[in-house]
């Protein structure tokens, strides 16, 4: 049954070991860009005398610029990941031996998302562990983080496969998935408190699912156990359930109609 | 077994040589083709460059649509038939970053193929590649990309084998060895050559295939034909 799904990731592992230092060794270089950017930004208000900024203190500001790097990390992985793939694919032309083989494009979906497990996990650790050191957690919210972080992630991969598609049929057209995915980081709150936004934008906000997945996790870590963590989970529960179908449709529908252009 | 409908396929192609505002025009690569291919034929389609061979094989493998018409294989879809088709295009969709061995077996794995180390090494010894099947495809020469390519069009045992152009750079040698190779394997194909007496080794049915339209010519008439045409 999984025969097909386990032949992708196989592959793709295969690929991406190819040239396994710089794979390995890039896979935190995103978290630490931003990651650092804004803990410096707030390590310097804090300096100056801020005490509490939106909510956040000196002790907690650490965790939360974190857990909002550990999502900002399998976002981009998830959404970046078929456009990268399909690119150089296109061009060997081994993404047309795969359009003509008899296989379900879920197992692509999750075949090319799955063989990122390695990155994912190398980006996980290094920043429960980081997070850990600074203000320690159970080790079941730890579980229950992954989990989150794992659906959020599956449901990135339905709109990272929509750009893939884009890849593959248009390549003009990229551009607009670069705006899709700023603008979506920008309202998901992944580094500054949702409070910062005027009330017309948190409404917004409140509609974004991967808001919902750092807000969970951080909500998790901290152990403040309420009934708004399974509002939380639902969101992000649904969106790894229909961003993954909505993804595949757009998917199939366009490789139908457009087939592969510009190779 | 297939079965082409008056099937026309045309294509959008750029008339100036401008960043924007461009004029556009449409050509037909195809134009309004029928053929049928029994079982066992071996169809060897010749044509210059751009003739639309190419397109012919991808709307045969159903990577392409056509425009208008139908393809028919074994009385139903492409879609429906994709365990029968092997495509090969030249000696490319192949994982130049993997090795031979692996680029196979990911394929044979895609088909669903029983057995697949068993089948992998029947071709292996069949393509003469076995000493080179752990080595990554990038230090491949042409010749032997081109035996792997096939290899893997045909790794699920197709009904139906599409090749394109599949001696393409080769040395006579190599050329001769892929021919015989194709021969043996005795499957319905469609092939698309440059090569008047490849043509002529290998096919049952020749014909010529020019601006979209298809002319065809029995393999013993094929020296006059091109005396009077070329």
Same mark, same amino acid.
């Given at each position: 049954?999984?025969?097909?799904?386990?032949?992708?990731?196989?592959?793709?592992?295969?690929?991406?070991?190819?040239?396994?230092?710089?794979?390995?060794?890039?896979?935190?270089?995103?978290?630490?860009?931003?990651?650092?950017?804004?803990?410096?930004?707030?390590?310097?208000?804090?300096?100056?005398?801020?005490?509490?900024?939106?909510?956040?203190?000196?002790?907690?500001?650490?965790?939360?610029?974190?857990?909002?790097?550990?999502?900002?990390?399998?976002?981009?992985?998830?959404?970046?990941?078929?456009?990268?793939?399909?690119?150089? $694919?296109? #061009?060997?032309?081994? !993404?047309?031996? *795969?359009?003509?083989?008899? /296989?379900?494009?879920?197992? =692509?979906?999750?075949? &090319?998302?799955?063989?990122?497990?390695?990155?994912?996990?190398?980006?996980?650790?290094?920043?429960?562990?980081?997070?850990?050191?600074?203000?320690?957690?159970?080790?079941?919210?730890?579980?229950?983080?992954?989990?989150?972080?794992?659906?959020?992630?599956?449901?990135?991969?339905?709109?990272?496969?929509?750009?893939?598609?884009?890849?593959?049929?248009? $390549?003009? #057209?990229?551009?607009? !998935?670069?705006? *899709?995915?700023?603008?979506? /980081?920008?309202?998901?709150? =992944?580094?500054?408190? &949702?409070?910062?936004?005027?009330?017309?934008?948190?409404?917004?906000?409140?509609?974004?699912?991967?808001?919902?997945?750092?807000?969970?996790?951080?909500?998790?870590?901290?152990?403040?156990?309420?009934?708004?963590?399974?509002?939380?989970?639902?969101?992000?529960?649904?969106?790894?359930?229909?961003?993954?179908?909505?993804?595949?449709?757009?998917?199939?529908?366009?490789?139908?109609?457009?087939?592969?252009?510009?190779? | 077994?297939?079965?082409?409908?008056?099937?026309?396929?045309?294509?959008?192609?750029?008339?100036?040589?401008?960043?924007?505002?461009?004029?556009?025009?449409?050509?037909?690569?195809?134009?309004?083709?029928?053929?049928?291919?029994?079982?066992?034929?071996?169809?060897?389609?010749?044509?210059?460059?751009?003739?639309?061979?190419?397109?012919?094989?991808?709307?045969?493998?159903?990577?392409?649509?056509?425009?208008?018409?139908?393809?028919?294989?074994?009385?139903?879809?492409?879609?429906?038939?994709?365990?029968?088709?092997?495509?090969?295009?030249?000696?490319?969709?192949?994982?130049?970053?993997?090795?031979?061995?692996?680029?196979?077996?990911?394929?044979?794995?895609?088909?669903?193929?029983?057995?697949?180390?068993?089948?992998?090494?029947?071709?292996?010894?069949?393509?003469?590649?076995?000493?080179?099947?752990?080595?990554?495809?990038?230090?491949?020469?042409?010749?032997?990309?081109?035996?792997?390519?096939?290899?893997?069009?045909?790794?699920?045992?197709?009904?139906?084998?599409?090749?394109?152009?599949?001696?393409?750079?080769?040395?006579?040698?190599?050329?001769?060895?892929?021919?015989?190779?194709?021969?043996?394997?005795?499957?319905?194909?469609?092939?698309?050559?440059?090569?008047?007496?490849?043509?002529?080794?290998?096919?049952?049915?020749?014909?010529?295939?020019?601006?979209?339209?298809?002319?065809?010519?029995?393999?013993?008439?094929?020296?006059?034909?091109?005396?009077?045409?070329?």
């Amino acid at each position: 049954m999984f025969e097909k799904l386990i032949a992708i990731i196989e592959k793709e592992i295969k690929l991406n070991f190819r040239y396994k230092i710089n794979y390995l060794g890039g896979s935190i270089t995103n978290t630490l860009r931003l990651t650092i950017l804004f803990l410096l930004v707030y390590f310097g208000l804090f300096s100056l005398g801020f005490e509490g900024i939106e909510g956040l203190n000196p002790k907690t500001f650490i965790p939360f610029i974190l857990l909002g790097g550990l999502i900002s990390s399998f976002f981009i992985l998830g959404f970046e990941v078929f456009y990268l793939k399909f690119l150089s $694919e296109k #061009y060997w032309q081994t !993404f047309q031996a *795969i359009l003509i083989a008899p /296989i379900n494009k879920f197992n =692509l979906l999750f075949g &090319i998302g799955l063989a990122e497990s390695i990155r994912l996990m190398i980006i996980f650790l290094s920043i429960t562990i980081i997070t850990y050191i600074v203000i320690p957690t159970k080790v079941i919210y730890i579980f229950a983080i992954l989990l989150v972080t794992l659906l959020t992630y599956f449901g990135i991969l339905g709109a990272g496969l929509t750009k893939g598609m884009i890849t593959l049929s248009n $390549e003009n #057209y990229i551009f607009i !998935f670069e705006l *899709i995915s700023a603008t979506w /980081i920008f309202l998901s709150c =992944l580094y500054y408190p &949702i409070t910062i936004f005027p009330k017309a934008i948190q409404k917004i906000v409140l509609l974004n699912p991967v808001y919902h997945s750092v807000t969970l996790i951080r909500e998790l870590w901290s152990g403040s156990i309420n009934n708004s963590l399974w509002t939380h989970f639902f969101w992000v529960l649904g969106f790894a359930v229909i961003s993954p179908l909505i993804g595949v449709f757009l998917f199939n529908k366009a490789t139908k109609t457009y087939g592969i252009k510009g190779y | 077994m297939i079965e082409l409908k008056e099937v026309t396929k045309t294509f959008k192609i750029k008339l100036t040589n401008k960043i924007w505002f461009n004029k556009y025009s449409t050509i037909k690569a195809i134009d309004n083709l029928s053929l049928n291919l029994k079982k066992g034929q071996i169809f060897s389609l010749l044509g210059p460059n751009g003739a639309g061979k190419t397109t012919l094989l991808k709307l045969v493998s159903g990577l392409l649509k056509p425009t208008s018409g139908s393809i028919i294989i074994n009385n139903s879809t492409i879609e429906e038939n994709k365990q029968n088709i092997g495509l090969m295009l030249g000696n490319s969709m192949l994982y130049h970053r993997l090795t031979g061995h692996n680029n196979l077996k990911f394929f044979a794995k895609l088909y669903q193929v029983k057995n697949y180390q068993e089948r992998i090494k029947e071709l292996a010894n069949f393509f003469n590649l076995t000493k080179w099947l752990n080595n990554y495809v990038e230090t491949y020469s042409n010749g032997m990309m081109s035996k792997l390519a096939l290899a893997r069009a045909i790794i699920h045992d197709p009904e139906i084998l599409l090749l394109d152009e599949p001696t393409l750079g080769l040395d006579p040698i190599a050329s001769n060895y892929v021919r015989n190779k194709i021969k043996e394997l005795n499957k319905t194909t469609i092939l698309t050559t440059h090569y008047l007496e490849e043509a002529k080794k290998l096919a049952t049915r020749i014909a010529i295939l020019d601006n979209g339209r298809i002319i065809e010519v029995k393999p013993q008439d094929m020296n006059k034909y091109f005396t009077k045409n070329v």
